[in-house]
């Protein structure tokens, strides 16, 4: 792996950090039609930190990879506008991506780092839509990788890489041996921001500017070979109870005379 | 708790009972069983009968007092130096062996950092989904737990045979000490090199790690949480609430924009991304209530905002 290592960041279109959300009326998902959507926030942390690598010149390729309906292939622009060498997009009718579960991409995954010979992959530590914090796991394990997970700083020692990842409670510290699965925490980087004639290069052939478009695959499933069997039944999707509203008080005197009423402070000696 | 009526939900209730059993990861510092481990006890108490499983060095202690928990019926000790630090590559094959000879039908362990870090690497050996930050079982194969940071709640079905659930500590009651009767504790062997596909174990090597002391109780487990954010301009400043914190009994967290600004660590982040709460009271002191804060924290009974904007969301 003299020669850098071969990079895989995982791209997950979820619905933007700052859009509160609504959930059907019937219940079966949460409302996305014209909703703001962008990179999962932990996954534009990974791409960073693979475009770092190649700028210390520990990383030749970076694929960046999304599995998803086709609106999909946006986020694949702005990771290929940051720095990615080119992207490939798995297409999923957009009824089924709603089933995708980490198993699946993992199972997908697996496919594409065995055919693409990647070193590394990086991904983010959990996607704010489903909060699942599983599928760099399940990748590793399909693989038979060794996993380093919530991933705050990352260097390269040799064949290995040393990681240091937040834990509850404080950090630890492991040596994975190479190829391996890291996922990223938020405090690993700083994204940087997709320049415009990066954008530029990205969505068009521009001979004038004499750059050359970045490649982006479109690929189904069945080239995979991968079929989703479901392993979970989605029964319902519900708002969660409804906080009774607060009230406001003018002193400090009556929120403590308040809490005290609730029962809430420690009465303590 | 199986709200099915009449005469299928006693048919449902006994046969949980003859052929339920999960087996529970135990979360321990070697010395001691850490808070959560009580809850995933007590929420794996609804899904039979319980076994776990104390993997770490010099771990005695720690099987010892997980025997004289409630519902808990049989305690597995593997006391291997390769185990002291706990990593998932290691722990991987130890559970899934212990899962195979107890025949279990569900894997159970607290949503911590640690549980949510092996038990996908788990499923994925057994081929299942895994099912993260359970916060009801409605039956052996239904459960609850929250996407969106906690602004929607899924009732999910498991089609797998075998389930592998990490649990919210702060959804279930802590299990208490049994009255009077004790758990056996059986020795079980490190599985070999070549069992169950094997993990290599050189693959990954522990390093070292990194505590935070503090002496105020543990952010998940205190009845009174005391946090601060962006707002209280400076690390010196939370000495103002490590004051009130200790007159209150409490413990102290941060808004992620306190921990990037520096001001506290990054183990005390409230959060999406940091941990859930649910104290009995909250009071946050200069954070304005993102939603990626709010899912850290609205499950607590009581939320007191100190905050000079009036239209902060963490006023509704």
Request: charged residues 25%; positive net charge.
């Amino acid at each position: 792996m003299s020669a850098g290592l071969r990079v895989l960041v995982g791209c997950k279109r979820v619905i933007d950090y700052a859009v509160k959300i609504r959930v059907r009326p019937d219940a079966t998902g949460v409302v996305t039609e014209g909703v703001k959507h962008s990179m999962n926030p932990f996954d534009e942390i990974a791409v960073e930190e693979a475009i770092r690598m190649r700028e210390k010149q520990l990383a030749a390729d970076i694929l960046a990879f999304n599995c998803g309906s086709p609106k999909g292939q946006d986020v694949l622009r702005v990771a290929l506008a940051m720095g990615a060498d080119r992207a490939i997009q798995v297409e999923v009718d957009d009824p089924i991506s709603q089933k995708l579960e980490p198993l699946h991409v993992a199972e997908l995954l697996e496919k594409i780092v065995k055919e693409e010979k990647i070193d590394l992959v990086l991904l983010g530590k959990q996607a704010i839509d489903n909060d699942a914090v599983q599928t760099g796991q399940i990748l590793a394990a399909r693989l038979g990788w060794p996993q380093a997970t919530y991933a705050s700083k990352i260097t390269k020692d040799g064949n290995s890489l040393i990681v240091v990842r937040e834990i509850d409670g404080g950090s630890s510290t492991v040596k994975v041996k190479l190829p391996a699965v890291v996922t990223v925490d938020l405090r690993l980087n700083q994204p940087r921001y997709a320049t415009l004639p990066n954008i530029m290069k990205v969505r068009f052939v521009e001979k004038s500017l004499g750059a050359k478009k970045k490649p982006l695959n479109v690929k189904k499933l069945s080239d995979f070979g991968v079929e989703l069997t479901p392993h979970i039944e989605i029964l319902k999707v519900e708002d969660p109870p409804v906080r009774v509203p607060g009230i406001k008080v003018d002193s400090v005197e009556t929120l403590v005379a308040k809490l005290k009423e609730k029962g809430v402070l420690p009465s303590k000696k | 708790m199986i709200r099915v009526p009449g005469v299928r939900s006693r048919l449902i209730l006994s046969t949980l009972r003859r052929f339920g059993s999960s087996l529970v990861i135990v979360e321990h510092n070697n010395s001691n069983v850490e808070p959560i481990t009580l809850h995933a006890i007590s929420a794996a108490s609804k899904l039979g009968s319980v076994s776990c499983l104390v993997g770490g060095f010099r771990c005695s202690a720690v099987a010892e007092e997980v025997t004289k928990l409630a519902g808990v019926t049989k305690v597995l000790i593997t006391d291997e130096q390769c185990l002291e630090n706990s990593v998932a590559e290691k722990i991987t094959p130890l559970v899934l062996s212990a899962q195979s000879k107890l025949g279990a039908s569900h894997i159970v362990v607290g949503s911590s950092t640690f549980g949510r870090d092996f038990l996908p690497r788990v499923a994925a050996k057994l081929n299942t989904s895994p099912i993260n930050d359970v916060i009801a079982i409605l039956s052996e194969d239904t459960f609850q737990r929250p996407i969106y940071a906690g602004n929607a709640v899924v009732t999910l079905k498991s089609l797998d045979p075998i389930r592998c659930l990490t649990v919210r500590g702060t959804a279930f009651p802590p299990t208490t000490l049994s009255d009077g009767a004790t758990a056996p504790i059986e020795s079980f062997p490190l599985p070999g090199a070549d069992a169950l596909g094997s993990e290599a174990s050189d693959l990954v090597e522990f390093v070292s790690v990194e505590k935070h002391k503090s002496d105020r109780p543990e952010l998940t487990d205190a009845s009174v949480v005391v946090s601060g954010g962006r707002g209280m301009k400076s690390g010196e400043n939370f000495e103002l609430l490590y004051q009130l914190a200790d007159k209150l009994n409490a413990a102290v967290g941060a808004s992620r924009a306190a921990v990037d600004a520096g001001f506290v660590p990054n183990d005390m982040q409230v959060g999406q991304t940091g941990k859930i709460v649910a104290p009995k009271l909250y009071i946050a002191v200069g954070i304005s209530g993102a939603i990626q804060h709010l899912a850290g924290m609205k499950d607590s009974k009581v939320i007191v905002a100190i905050n000079k904007d009036p239209d902060a969301p963490i006023f509704q």
